[in-house]
């Protein structure tokens, strides 16, 4: 999927990619060994090598920050396959919508650290553990984890590449929230979780404090593990199938084929 990419070179866009694809170009090294390249002059050419050239240095020394600062934003889902081995994926509750951070969730796919105000979050554990990864994965955090994050530690994130799964998910026609995506494509809850949304994690969060009950606590701990431990199957599911649904659209565009809607 990355080697297949040219949406991060320069002044090429998806229609000049898909161009590409239709052409029979679909690799780094596909675009390399071709002496010329309709639309592409000689100097432009040489630039854009050199350019993959780079690319390939990163890929082999696992260089995400060089993917990060390349890809658009939009595009940065199709790095989930290259670096779905160094993922975190991330969550985070607040006192309210953007009042302070109550519980920061992380997942590596295998395990789970929850960080929780007043027990265990601090920023420096916090910035210690982000530089482990090389990716970052949430939903909606674009618009609302990661601003919330950098507002309260500052610039603890890495600069590694993001993928905010919404928007991939809405380009293969999942819209909502993640509770709501997730029931449409079978990733289950557990009952005594199925129901509990966003406004609920604030109500348990302020009960704790009323209360110092640790029931809430550990509902609200639970519910946010829920949400991270989601997002793997999720972008495991969206991945590909935004990858396929771009190709076909290369090919309704180039050759004016009508393809079945992927899903």
């Given at each position: 999927?990355?080697?297949?990419?040219?949406?991060?070179?320069?002044?090429?866009?998806?229609?000049?990619?898909r161009?590409?694809?239709?052409?029979?170009?679909?690799?780094w090294t596909?675009?390399?060994?071709?002496?010329t390249?309709?639309?592409?002059?000689?100097?432009?050419?040489?630039?854009l090598?050199?350019?993959?050239?780079?690319?390939?240095?990163?890929?082999?020394?696992?260089?995400?920050?060089?993917?990060?600062?390349?890809?658009?934003?939009?595009?940065?889902?199709?790095?989930?396959?290259e670096?779905?081995?160094?993922?975190v994926?991330l969550?985070?509750?607040?006192?309210?919508?953007?009042?302070?951070?109550?519980?920061?969730?992380?997942?590596?796919?295998?395990?789970?650290?929850?960080?929780?105000?007043?027990?265990?979050?601090?920023k420096?554990?916090?910035?210690?553990?982000?530089?482990?990864?090389?990716?970052?994965?949430?939903?909606?955090?674009?618009?609302?984890?990661?601003?919330?994050?950098?507002?309260y530690?500052g610039?603890?994130i890495?600069?590694?590449?993001h993928?905010?799964?919404?928007?991939?998910?809405?380009?293969?026609g999942?819209?909502?929230?993640?509770k709501?995506?997730?029931?449409e494509?079978?990733?289950?809850?557990?009952?005594?979780?199925?129901?509990v949304y966003?406004?609920?994690?604030?109500?348990?969060?302020?009960?704790?404090?009323?209360?110092?009950?640790?029931n809430?606590?550990?509902?609200?701990?639970?519910?946010?593990?829920?949400?991270?431990?989601?997002?793997?199957p999720?972008?495991?599911?969206?991945?590909?199938?935004?990858?396929?649904?771009?190709?076909?659209?290369?090919q309704?565009?180039n050759?004016?084929?009508?393809h079945?809607e992927?899903?």
């Amino acid at each position: 999927m990355l080697q297949q990419s040219f949406i991060f070179l320069d002044r090429i866009g998806h229609a000049s990619e898909r161009r590409l694809w239709s052409s029979g170009i679909s690799s780094w090294t596909d675009f390399q060994e071709k002496e010329t390249i309709r639309g592409i002059s000689l100097l432009k050419k040489g630039f854009l090598d050199r350019k993959i050239d780079a690319a390939k240095q990163a890929r082999i020394e696992r260089n995400a920050h060089f993917f990060g600062r390349e890809f658009p934003f939009q595009e940065s889902w199709r790095l989930y396959e290259e670096f779905k081995d160094d993922v975190v994926f991330l969550d985070i509750e607040t006192a309210d919508y953007y009042g302070y951070i109550t519980v920061v969730g992380l997942y590596d796919g295998f395990e789970t650290k929850m960080m929780i105000r007043g027990f265990n979050l601090d920023k420096e554990i916090l910035e210690q553990e982000l530089k482990k990864y090389k990716l970052i994965v949430t939903f909606n955090g674009a618009s609302f984890d990661l601003p919330v994050i950098r507002r309260y530690f500052g610039n603890v994130i890495p600069n590694i590449p993001h993928i905010d799964l919404r928007g991939p998910c809405s380009r293969i026609g999942l819209v909502g929230g993640l509770k709501r995506i997730e029931g449409e494509i079978g990733i289950k809850r557990p009952d005594d979780l199925k129901y509990v949304y966003g406004d609920d994690a604030v109500w348990l969060w302020h009960k704790f404090q009323e209360t110092q009950d640790m029931n809430y606590l550990d509902t609200l701990i639970r519910y946010n593990e829920e949400d991270i431990m989601n997002l793997k199957p999720l972008a495991e599911y969206v991945v590909p199938r935004l990858w396929k649904r771009t190709f076909l659209d290369a090919q309704k565009i180039n050759h004016g084929f009508l393809h079945q809607e992927v899903r």
